[in-house]
């Protein structure tokens, strides 16, 4: 498949995305050499564990609608990177959902332990915001609005934290439709909601297009949530790089469990096409948000 954005391949595209991300992690994160090293060497063995980087790449796609050229929108971009990275590394954790298996490698706390885990964790989310508050090429009014975006979009209110209280507090209840939505619209879908709006904002967006973006990302967050959840129940720990059967196994809150596999997927679909309609008025300056939805909801893993 290509796109109007150039000639590359959206395959192509991605992995010239996730370089473009990991050269700005490496930028902003210590060696493995620096002092406190066992910190930094866990900080590093998960973020640089592999992953699609699909939020910071949904951010820089977003800036690109807005603007032809993003000067450093990397760097902010990959601040959502260290966030997701954080709160994987304490969904993992014995005293949440007590996993040994994340992107096909052992667990941080499984390698380091789970003190160094939880270090490790809060290091990267404070790192993010360190980052936020540095940015090369970008006002310090801009910073300020980034920062709010992602605090918000990570917090208890609405936010990813959360999100994670009503998961934990829902294994074992009954799955309805009304706590499904309170854990996934926070738990997942802010963050994804957050990557849009914040390439939106560092692109300068206006109000209009803020307003359209934000739109995409709220349905692009819901179809990424439903076909993980899909994903969990149809596919290997192998596939996954996780370990699969764990949300049925935990008797977690997800979709299928709510509307069954057949019409979470269909759920799923609607999702897409209400993502690529949202940005219609950026006509082809949103291709790639298009094809990152259809990814999205076609994966596999």
């Not at 975006?149 to 309805?176: F, Y």
């Not at 057949?262 to 949202?278: F, L, N, V």
């Amino acid at each position: 498949m290509t796109s109007a954005q150039g000639q590359l391949t959206l395959q192509e595209y991605l992995a010239e995305q996730v370089r473009a991300v990991d050269n700005a992690l490496e930028h902003w994160l210590p060696g493995e050499s620096v002092e406190p090293e066992s910190i930094h060497r866990a900080m590093r063995y998960s973020l640089f564990a592999g992953g699609k980087r699909i939020r910071p790449i949904l951010a820089m796609a977003a800036a690109n609608a807005v603007k032809d050229s993003a000067q450093g929108v990397e760097h902010a971009a990959a601040t959502l990177e260290m966030i997701h990275t954080y709160s994987l590394i304490h969904d993992d954790l014995p005293a949440l959902d007590n996993d040994d298996l994340r992107r096909g490698l052992p667990t941080c706390h499984k390698v380091f332990g789970e003190a160094m885990a939880i270090l490790a964790g809060d290091s990267l989310l404070t790192l993010a915001f360190e980052v936020l508050s540095r940015l090369p090429y970008t006002s310090a009014e801009t910073r300020i609005v980034l920062v709010q975006e992602l605090s918000r979009a990570a917090g208890t209110v609405g936010g990813m934290i959360g999100g994670q209280v009503h998961d934990i507090e829902g294994e074992r209840k009954e799955p309805t439709a009304m706590l499904l939505e309170s854990i996934h619209r926070a738990k997942t879908g802010a963050l994804l909601r957050a990557s849009v709006r914040m390439g939106a904002i560092y692109a300068g967006a206006s109000q209009r297009e803020l307003a359209e973006l934000s739109l995409y990302g709220e349905h692009v967050g819901l179809a990424f949530q439903i076909i993980d959840d899909v994903l969990d129940v149809e596919q290997s720990s192998d596939t996954l790089g996780k370990t699969a059967g764990k949300d049925e196994a935990q008797q977690k809150v997800t979709f299928p469990a709510v509307y069954g596999l057949e019409r979470s997927r269909e759920m799923a679909e609607a999702e897409r096409k209400a993502a690529h309609a949202a940005v219609e008025s950026f006509g082809s300056r949103a291709d790639r948000l298009r094809e990152i939805a259809d990814f999205i909801v076609l994966r596999r893993a």
